[in-house]
């Protein structure tokens, strides 16, 4: 497996099909994180809105691996046999240290619930012009290995249906709010 490098991404139409969700695809041309074929996107599916993502060759295809920590992401391109260059060490501890923020925020908002507007413990509203309702809810959760699991769905009762057959947890925190969003969406579907 070869590493991709980002002068090998010819036009903005290839950067596009590689990275859709990225706005400012200079981004990837600079190598602004300091480590080689690197970069943070924005992410719905992940409750801070960010993820890192490290992109390489694989024969002619182009790969991606996602990760919403840094090091986890080091992880899996180690274990995938790739390199992880440092191309710029001050650039690569600005990283991590973003890192550290972000991953601070990350467990600020599922341990404390502070931004769950659904009155539901790790459910989160979040923006999506493409849908009707002009959002979706995203059921956010960690697993005991590590692995974080997410479901949406433009209803909470479909997405309360889905969470629970996989298992796990639906807690309303608050009831009012909960309850005020159901009877909304029963007015709307």
Partial sequence: MDRIHIDELEDDDMIESVFPELEDKSLLKTNKWGILDVCLT?????????QWKYSYFDGAKIRVLSSYDLTRLRQKVM???????????????????????????????????KNSTSGVKYVYRTPDKGSRRGFYWIYVNNHKD???????SNSLLRLKERVEKEGLAWTVINTEVYEKLLTEESEIL
């Fill in 79 to 113: 274990n995938r046999g790739l390199e992880w260059i440092i191309t710029d060490n001050k650039l690569a501890i600005d990283s991590y240290k973003l890192n550290h923020e972000l991953l601070e925020k990350r467990e600020d908002m599922t341990k404390n619930h």
């Fill in 146 to 152: 590590g692995q974080q699991k997410s479901y949406t």
């Fill in 42 to 50: 924005k992410c719905n599916k992940v409750v801070t809105g960010y």
